[in-house]
């Protein structure tokens, strides 16, 4: 099945602000779901594709980037699909990760913070709610994954269940295509492009939204099955996720301003994990496992 490439709005980080290129705004960013942002020149992203490339692979003397199968609090096998990945919390950023990956994901973090604080302003949202209706997640607190999935060729399946993500924003970099997004009633390929992040909203984002006059919109989205490339290398993607505390509520703004809860963050992400992946990982993001023995070196 081949389908339509979307066209998507172009942002910058123009001194720590997001600016969009003259064509498109943030207004429409949101309302769409997702947009490109280019990567700003002093973020280095070649630890993050090194940890994709390799940490499926065997632990070596030679590298720290490898070795996380064994990881199991951290590393994931979608068995119904082609992706196997690593989410790590922040909180567990330095233990487990390449230092070169931690300076980098913490870069990402911080942007993702920008985009978020940009869009509860052009949401409407009063600035002394933000810290409630993100459970601190809009300056740091929360929850803040990092994930580097690689998607197996050797896998006749697709590449990433259909879901939408479940937090405020999302930062992606991929270099291959497969990503698909459900955009004007229909699936769309996106295009990677050079030099570019996908940033999408969440659904936290998408309920907090829901009565507003500008409605954010949690993009459905999708990896179709990638095939492997003759001479080329598998899949990788690597993001972050900025989500509200596994212990905190999902709120919906209400048109005069008052806040209504709507259901618990843990409530929320059962039922995600569930219908989403249809594995046995019911409980991630909810339940803390006990940290390996060995922390990774
Ligand atoms: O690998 C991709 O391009 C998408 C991955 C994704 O949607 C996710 O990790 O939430
Ligand atoms: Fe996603």
């Not at 600016?19 to 960013?29: E, H």
């Not at 070649?46 to 980037?65: Q, S």
């Not at 002394?128 to 999935?149: K, M, N, Q, Y």
Request: net charge negative; proline share 6%.
């Amino acid at each position: 099945m081949i389908y339509p490439d979307a066209h998507l709005h172009c942002a910058s980080l123009i001194k720590g602000k997001l600016v969009f290129d003259k064509d498109g705004s943030l207004r429409d960013a949101i309302a769409q779901g997702l947009f490109l942002l280019k990567v700003p020149e002093y973020l280095d992203l070649e630890p993050g594709i090194k940890l994709c490339r390799e940490f499926y692979l065997p632990a070596t003397d030679h590298t720290n980037y490898g070795g996380f199968r064994q990881q199991t609090d951290i590393y994931f096998d979608r068995e119904h699909f082609q992706t196997e990945h690593l989410l790590v919390d922040k909180s567990r950023w330095a233990g487990r990760l390449p230092c070169a990956v931690v300076q980098m994901a913490q870069v990402m973090d911080a942007v993702g913070q920008v985009i978020f604080q940009a869009a509860l302003w052009e949401l409407g949202v009063a600035e002394h709610l933000w810290h409630r209706i993100s459970g601190g997640a809009v300056t740091g607190e929360g929850t803040h994954w990092f994930a580097a999935s690689h998607y197996r060729p050797e896998r006749r399946l697709p590449g990433c269940a259909e879901h939408r993500d479940t937090g405020f924003v999302t930062l992606l970099y991929t270099r291959q295509p497969g990503f698909e997004a459900f955009i004007g009633g229909q699936w769309q390929s996106i295009a990677p492009v050079p030099g570019c992040f996908i940033v999408n909203f969440g659904a936290c984002l998408e309920a907090l939204s829901g009565r507003l006059a500008l409605p954010a919109r949690a993009i459905e989205h999708r990896v179709r099955e990638c095939p492997a490339v003759p001479k080329g290398e598998d899949r990788f993607s690597f993001a972050t996720f900025i989500n509200p505390p596994a212990c905190g509520d999902l709120y919906e703004l209400q048109p005069q301003g008052e806040l209504l809860r709507l259901m618990s963050v843990e409530a929320f992400l059962r039922r995600f994990n569930q219908f989403t992946w249809q594995d046995r990982h019911t409980t991630f993001g909810i339940e803390s496992v006990p940290a390996p023995d060995a922390a990774h070196e």
